[in-house]
């Protein structure tokens, strides 16, 4: 006798991005994203540093390791995330020892993991490239700068909102190939539970300084299509942009929730996410 049916909502997952020279001669920025049957889905955003010939190879060095240490073993779960995070280090530090060129390369690294199926989201990131989860125009959840200023501010000897005013604000603490204090990971204590039209935008510090929570938040409620939002976030950029400014990246990611008939018995997994150019 077959199995009863039920109906379950799960998530299809939407995404775009875009990485742009800015005012540089060359992007050191580099974005990345691998499935594993169709469920599990991580997105990954680097922002290198070092120079030319440095910080574009430890950019790309970090978004390899990270999906392959992912792919090893995709499971949902906050040791997945700090795994891949400790396997971009490794693979940065031991590419520093190819050569002065590469020596003192470094790389922020952000990253969000989704189960479609959970309808769960974690984050995780090291250094200032950041992590926002959009719920309409508000943020539900967000990564940690690991910055100087970003430090200032968690002792209470600076004002948040003065962030970007900071002479320093770039100046990092950690990241991937330059933790000297062993800095841990900011990574989600707990899953967030992701719902029907919410988004995810991981973006280099060239997006985050020239567009502030409350204007990102806006343009993600305004978008009707992860393809709106990307070209409304493109254009917010340029828009500010002064001539010489740095690199620019962004992976944009909407969740949409929908209903699959499915057999107790069955254990078929969702078929891939969307991905759009």
């Not at 200032?128 to 940690?144: K, L, M, N, P, T």
């Not at 917010?236 to 944009?252: K, T, W, Y």
Request: hydrophobic share 45%; net charge negative; with cysteine.
């Amino acid at each position: 006798m077959s199995s009863p049916m039920n109906r379950s909502t799960v998530l299809q997952l939407a995404s775009c991005s875009f990485s742009h020279d800015g005012g540089r001669d060359y992007n050191e920025d580099a974005v990345g994203d691998c499935n594993a049957f169709g469920t599990i889905r991580l997105f990954m955003l680097a922002d290198g540093a070092g120079g030319q010939g440095g910080g574009d190879v430890a950019a790309r060095t970090a978004i390899a390791a990270a999906a392959a240490e992912f792919s090893r073993l995709p499971a949902f779960s906050r040791d997945t995330l700090a795994r891949c995070l400790e396997a971009a280090d490794r693979a940065i530090t031991a590419r520093q020892g190819e050569g002065e060129r590469l020596a003192r390369m470094a790389s922020t690294f952000v990253a969000a993991m989704v189960d479609c199926q959970r309808r769960q989201a974690l984050i995780a990131n090291l250094g200032d490239s950041r992590c926002y989860v959009f719920r309409g125009e508000r943020i539900v959840a967000q990564s940690h700068d690991h910055s100087l200023v970003q430090r200032f501010i968690d002792a209470g000897l600076y004002p948040a909102e003065k962030l970007r005013e900071h002479p320093k604000r770039n100046v990092l603490y950690a990241s991937l190939g330059a933790n000297l204090e062993d800095v841990e990971p900011f990574v989600s204590v707990e899953p967030l539970a992701l719902e029907d039209g919410d988004g995810i935008l991981l973006c280099s510090d060239g997006v985050w300084e020239l567009v502030d929570e409350a204007t990102l938040g806006r343009l993600h409620a305004l978008s009707s299509s992860v393809e709106a939002w990307r070209d409304l976030l493109l254009s917010a950029v340029r828009g500010r942009m002064a001539p010489g400014h740095d690199n620019f990246s962004a992976l944009l990611v909407r969740a949409h929730a929908v209903e699959r008939a499915m057999d107790d018995d069955d254990e078929r997994t969702l078929p891939p996410s969307v991905v759009l150019a």
